[in-house]
């Protein structure tokens, strides 16, 4: 009982942190937000600039930045995925042991009496 219950533990770890690993991280930054943005940036400057152009660039910018912002938080989700994976086997180990060690305490006090 005790290690089925282990296993269902780990096996709905693993489905969760599939499902975060895979889905899409909300990370972005609204088109409103970026057209803002560029509005006052460009009502700070004093310089003639085509605004449908800064608006490209920042837009492809921007894209960039998500691209690679979705890129480290897969590989945060991996560490923690390896990092509890290792401690759930470690516990698992532990239990096995620990289980061992009970069936010898039993058969020595059996062996006692």
Known sequence: MFQSSWII???????ALGGLFFSEVPI???QDE?????DDAIAE???????????????????KLEDRQKRRLKFLAS??????????????RLAKNQGELQKRLDRLAKNDE
């Open 9 to 15: 533990a780990l096996i709905i770890f693993v489905v």
């Open 28 to 30: 972005s930054i609204t």
């Open 34 to 38: 970026v057209f803002a943005a560029i």
């Open 45 to 63: 400057t004093a310089v003639q600039v085509d605004e449908t152009e800064v608006q490209q660039v920042v837009e492809k910018a921007l894209k």
């Open 79 to 92: 560490a923690y995925f390896v990092i509890w994976l290792i401690f759930i086997l470690y516990a698992l």
